[in-house]
Protein backbone atom coordinates (compact mmCIF):
# COMPACT_ATOMS: atom_id res chain seq x y z
CA UNK A 1 0.00 0.00 0.00
CA UNK A 2 3.11 2.70 0.73
CA UNK A 3 4.55 1.68 -2.64
CA UNK A 4 1.38 2.73 -4.18
CA UNK A 5 1.13 5.84 -2.12
CA UNK A 6 4.08 6.95 -3.36
CA UNK A 7 3.45 6.34 -6.71
CA UNK A 8 0.63 8.12 -6.55
CA UNK A 9 2.13 11.41 -4.64
CA UNK A 10 4.72 10.95 -7.67
CA UNK A 11 2.20 11.47 -10.14
CA UNK A 12 0.98 14.62 -8.80
CA UNK A 13 -1.84 13.35 -6.19
CA UNK A 14 -1.86 16.01 -3.19
CA UNK A 15 -1.92 14.79 0.42
CA UNK A 16 -4.99 16.37 0.85
CA UNK A 17 -6.33 14.23 -1.78
CA UNK A 18 -4.80 10.84 -0.71
CA UNK A 19 -6.11 10.90 2.91
CA UNK A 20 -9.76 11.66 1.35
CA UNK A 21 -9.43 9.13 -1.02
CA UNK A 22 -8.38 6.56 1.70
CA UNK A 23 -11.22 7.99 4.58
CA UNK A 24 -13.70 7.63 1.43
CA UNK A 25 -12.34 4.17 0.71
CA UNK A 26 -13.20 2.72 4.48
CA UNK A 27 -16.40 4.68 4.92
CA UNK A 28 -17.64 3.50 1.61
CA UNK A 29 -16.07 -0.64 1.80
CA UNK A 30 -18.03 -0.46 5.12
CA UNK A 31 -21.63 0.34 3.74
CA UNK A 32 -23.70 -2.46 4.75
CA UNK A 33 -25.55 -3.44 1.65
CA UNK A 34 -23.59 -5.88 0.18
CA UNK A 35 -22.71 -5.83 -3.55
CA UNK A 36 -23.04 -2.43 -3.58
CA UNK A 37 -19.86 -0.78 -2.03
CA UNK A 38 -17.84 -0.83 -5.41
CA UNK A 39 -20.69 1.51 -7.41
CA UNK A 40 -20.74 3.46 -4.35
CA UNK A 41 -17.14 4.14 -4.22
CA UNK A 42 -17.03 5.10 -8.08
CA UNK A 43 -20.07 7.81 -7.54
CA UNK A 44 -18.58 9.33 -4.13
CA UNK A 45 -15.21 8.95 -5.36
CA UNK A 46 -16.35 10.96 -8.76
CA UNK A 47 -17.96 13.62 -6.50
CA UNK A 48 -15.13 14.49 -4.59
CA UNK A 49 -12.29 13.91 -7.15
CA UNK A 50 -10.14 10.94 -5.84
CA UNK A 51 -8.10 8.58 -7.34
CA UNK A 52 -10.19 5.89 -8.48
CA UNK A 53 -7.87 3.22 -8.00
CA UNK A 54 -7.08 4.36 -4.50
CA UNK A 55 -10.44 4.51 -3.59
CA UNK A 56 -11.47 1.51 -4.79
CA UNK A 57 -7.84 0.18 -3.45
CA UNK A 58 -9.12 0.95 0.16
CA UNK A 59 -12.95 -0.37 -0.66
CA UNK A 60 -11.71 -3.83 -1.53
CA UNK A 61 -9.11 -3.89 1.54
CA UNK A 62 -11.88 -2.91 4.03
CA UNK A 63 -13.23 -6.74 3.11
CA UNK A 64 -11.90 -8.67 6.07
CA UNK A 65 -13.73 -6.42 8.39
CA UNK A 66 -16.71 -5.66 6.32
CA UNK A 67 -18.94 -9.13 8.02
CA UNK A 68 -18.17 -8.18 11.37
CA UNK A 69 -18.63 -4.16 10.76
CA UNK A 70 -22.37 -4.69 9.71
CA UNK A 71 -23.51 -6.79 12.10
CA UNK A 72 -22.14 -4.09 14.60
CA UNK A 73 -24.32 -1.32 12.00
CA UNK A 74 -27.40 -4.21 12.33
CA UNK A 75 -27.21 -4.17 16.55
CA UNK A 76 -26.63 -0.41 16.22
CA UNK A 77 -30.18 -0.39 13.98
CA UNK A 78 -31.70 -2.07 16.70
CA UNK A 79 -30.78 -0.70 19.38
CA UNK A 80 -31.13 2.84 17.58
CA UNK A 81 -34.89 1.86 16.50
CA UNK A 82 -35.74 -0.20 19.05
CA UNK A 83 -36.27 -3.24 17.50
CA UNK A 84 -34.87 -6.75 18.33
CA UNK A 85 -34.80 -9.72 15.68
CA UNK A 86 -33.56 -12.81 15.99
CA UNK A 87 -32.18 -13.65 12.53
CA UNK A 88 -31.52 -17.37 12.68
CA UNK A 89 -35.22 -17.48 14.07
CA UNK A 90 -36.66 -16.02 11.17
CA UNK A 91 -34.70 -17.71 8.76
CA UNK A 92 -36.01 -20.89 10.51
CA UNK A 93 -39.54 -19.60 10.29
CA UNK A 94 -39.29 -18.76 6.61
CA UNK A 95 -38.40 -22.52 6.49
CA UNK A 96 -41.07 -23.50 8.30
CA UNK A 97 -43.88 -21.38 6.81
CA UNK A 98 -45.19 -21.38 3.09
CA UNK A 99 -44.47 -18.31 0.98
CA UNK A 100 -46.21 -15.55 2.98
CA UNK A 101 -43.15 -16.87 6.13
CA UNK A 102 -40.63 -16.16 3.32
CA UNK A 103 -42.41 -12.30 2.67
CA UNK A 104 -42.56 -11.63 6.12
CA UNK A 105 -39.13 -12.88 7.16
CA UNK A 106 -37.64 -10.92 4.13
CA UNK A 107 -39.70 -7.69 5.24
CA UNK A 108 -37.77 -8.04 8.61
CA UNK A 109 -34.62 -8.83 7.43
CA UNK A 110 -35.16 -5.83 4.88
CA UNK A 111 -35.72 -3.09 7.87
CA UNK A 112 -32.92 -4.37 9.86
CA UNK A 113 -30.61 -3.70 6.53
CA UNK A 114 -32.01 -0.28 6.17
CA UNK A 115 -31.72 0.58 9.96
CA UNK A 116 -28.38 -0.32 9.53
CA UNK A 117 -27.98 1.83 6.29
CA UNK A 118 -29.05 4.70 8.28
CA UNK A 119 -26.65 4.12 11.10
CA UNK A 120 -23.91 4.11 8.56
CA UNK A 121 -25.51 7.11 7.28
CA UNK A 122 -25.12 9.10 10.49
CA UNK A 123 -21.38 7.44 11.25
CA UNK A 124 -19.91 8.00 7.92
CA UNK A 125 -19.42 11.64 7.80
CA UNK A 126 -17.71 11.83 10.79
CA UNK A 127 -15.54 8.92 10.31
CA UNK A 128 -14.27 10.13 7.08
CA UNK A 129 -13.42 13.35 8.45
CA UNK A 130 -11.77 12.37 11.54
CA UNK A 131 -9.98 9.65 9.05
CA UNK A 132 -9.03 12.56 6.99
CA UNK A 133 -7.88 14.74 9.72
CA UNK A 134 -5.71 11.41 11.05
CA UNK A 135 -4.26 10.50 7.70
CA UNK A 136 -3.36 13.94 6.53
CA UNK A 137 0.24 14.66 8.72
CA UNK A 138 1.21 10.57 7.63
CA UNK A 139 0.79 11.92 4.10
CA UNK A 140 2.34 14.59 4.39
CA UNK A 141 5.44 13.56 6.23
CA UNK A 142 5.36 10.88 2.94
CA UNK A 143 5.39 13.80 0.65
CA UNK A 144 8.50 15.74 2.67
CA UNK A 145 10.57 12.24 3.22
CA UNK A 146 9.65 11.88 -0.67
CA UNK A 147 11.17 15.36 -1.46
CA UNK A 148 13.99 14.75 0.42
CA UNK A 149 14.75 11.70 -0.33
CA UNK A 150 14.92 12.85 -4.36
CA UNK A 151 16.79 16.23 -2.99
CA UNK A 152 19.95 13.81 -1.71
CA UNK A 153 19.34 11.34 -5.22
CA UNK A 154 20.07 14.29 -6.79
CA UNK A 155 23.38 15.24 -5.04
Known amino acids: MRKTLLRLLRLGTSPES ?3 GIALGVAGGLFPVFGTTTVLCVIVGAIFRVNP ?9 MYPVYFPAVAL ?3 AGQWL ?12 LAKLQDNAGWWRTLGQLGRLLGHAVLV ?5 PPM ?6 LL ?10 RSAAATSDRS
Do not use: C, S
Not at 120 to 124: D, M, T, Y
Not at 136 to 145: C, N, S
Open 18 to 20: LAL
Open 53 to 61: VLIQTVNYA
Open 73 to 75: LVV
Open 81 to 92: FGEEHDVAAMVL
Open 120 to 124: WLLLA
Open 128 to 133: VLLLRR
Open 136 to 145: LPWMGRMVRT
